[in-house]
């Protein structure tokens, strides 16, 4: 996304058009850039310390700012003074905390396979540190394998009165197969559930950490295959309470990404890739949940009720295509989380759409399948917008801007319904605006010195239509 404004601004800066310095003459056109305010929520999540270069098996906690490390034998024995004060909790002790490896051999699909998971269980004594800033971690060394687990709660959210942890790693070390990642949270308030933080590492035959913020904590294992292929793998999330909850996963390994999963269900698997201008998510059902990815260079898109496949590829030349069977999918793909600069928004859809794009001083955008869906595009707030009802099967724009320019509309003479689109820079623009619109083959030429116009194909519309190009500043009307 980062490359489209960037192209947008190579357009203003060195587009020939706008050397001219003639008076720039305003055309008394309603201007479609108002658009219904974008948002994708950006869910804060906990900020974890995790100790550097540290060996052993330790509890490490962090009470209002006091830290604590602890061997985990003296962790077993007595309870643990984490704020410093003898008289909270039970007889200065606040909380008690019981970590240890547990490796195992199980059978799957007739293989034996070798499996190690750090169980780390925290019951809090006392009511005194229930609403404090807390967080607590365990790290276990175990035959070249380092794990660690942990839980935290931010000031003034309910740390559960006893929660256990259980994080497992599969690493399939005699077979040909790619490490399973098993994170699992049972935690028991005394009021109502609240926001809670948990956390698994595993540094051994690969790096592996991943954070799960939970909105509010609810009893929910999720599994995690990173897979051979660079930023892909397979998850599952399966929750068991009938309770809903927003979940915000992070992820660093073979790549960084950000997922939020708002209301999740009893079960929800789906495969997942992500990469540098690349995001792909998989699924054998639809679900009706929205998601928020959040990639390495601040581009994020918003899927609302996740349809059975998205592919996105970003930058100058890109395309999404979308799979549903259901109206309610919704995508929108933002160059940042807050107040976005530019955006692609598609809605009302079912079956199969793709979108493409290239962007530049020639460039194009085409839209095939979709019917009835919505689209709406904007970049740098209002140099580019554009927004269409896809009565059509198939749609293409296409531009030349340079001196003796050009561009062109194809619809299949189908019908685009409340078709608009305002392309403004500094002595150029495009300004399109139609109830109901079809063309074939149609195509508008110009020439700057002096400035004339020739058009070839067919263009229809129904209700009132604006057809302008702004040369030199001064608006030319060609319907």
């Not at 608009?420 to 508008?444: H, P």
Request: charged share 20%.
């Amino acid at each position: 996304m980062k490359r489209i404004i960037a192209a947008f601004l190579a357009v203003v800066l060195l587009s020939p058009i706008a050397a001219y310095d003639n008076e720039i003459h305003e055309k008394t056109l309603k201007s479609d850039n108002e658009h219904e305010n974008i948002s994708i929520e950006n869910y804060e999540s906990y900020n974890f310390t995790i100790l550097k270069q540290q060996l052993g098996a330790f509890v490490y906690t962090r009470c209002n700012g006091i830290e604590k490390r602890t061997p985990v034998i003296q962790a077993l024995l007595n309870p643990i003074d984490v704020d410093d004060n003898p008289d909270t909790g039970e007889n200065g002790g606040d909380v008690r905390i019981t970590a240890y490896p547990f490796p195992y051999v199980q059978q799957v699909d007739g293989e034996w396979i070798l499996a190690i998971s750090l169980v780390f269980k925290i019951i809090r004594l006392g009511q005194e540190i229930k609403d404090s800033d807390f967080e607590a971690y365990v790290q276990i060394d175990f035959q070249g394998h380092t794990l660690r687990a942990g839980i935290g709660s931010a000031y003034g959210e309910e740390l559960p009165r006893e929660a256990r942890l259980v994080f497992t790693v599969v690493p399939y070390l005699m077979y040909d197969k790619e490490p399973e990642y098993y994170i699992n949270l049972e935690p028991v308030f005394e009021g109502n559930s609240s926001r809670v933080s948990i956390f698994g590492e595993y540094i051994g035959k690969s790096h592996q950490y991943m954070q799960i913020d939970f909105n509010p904590a609810i009893t929910t294992m999720i599994k995690f295959v990173p897979s051979a292929k660079i930023g892909h793998a397979g998850i599952t999330i399966q929750r068991f309470a009938s309770q809903e909850t927003t979940l915000k996963m992070i992820y660093k390994g073979k790549f960084n990404a950000n997922l939020t999963i708002e209301d999740i269900p009893i079960t929800m698997s789906f495969d997942l890739a992500i990469s540098e201008r690349h995001f792909e998510y998989e699924s054998s059902d639809e679900f009706n949940v929205s998601m928020i990815i959040e990639g390495n260079h601040q581009a994020c898109a918003r899927i609302i009720y996740l349809p059975r496949h998205v592919v996105i590829d970003g930058g100058l030349d890109g395309y999404v295509n979308i799979f549903t069977n259901n109206r309610k999918t919704e995508l929108i793909l933002a160059d940042k989380i807050e107040e976005p600069s530019s955006f692609i928004r598609i809605s009302n859809l079912t079956g199969n759409i793709t979108f493409r794009w290239k962007v530049g001083l020639s460039g194009f955008l085409a839209v095939d399948g979709g019917k009835n869906a919505f689209i709406e595009l904007s970049a740098l707030k209002g140099i580019f917008d554009l927004k269409a009802i896809k009565k059509a099967t198939n749609f293409s724009l296409s531009w030349n801007l340079a001196l003796n320019g050009s561009i062109s509309i194809d619809t299949n003479w189908e019908w685009l319904a409340e078709y608009s689109i305002n392309f403004t820079l500094e002595n150029f623009g495009i300004y399109i605006k139609a109830s109901f619109l079809r063309a074939e083959d149609y195509m508008a030429r110009w020439n700057t010195s002096p400035p004339s116009f020739i058009t070839y194909g067919n263009m229809d519309f129904i209700g009132d239509i604006d057809f302008s190009i702004m040369i030199n500043g001064i608006w030319y009307p060609l319907f």
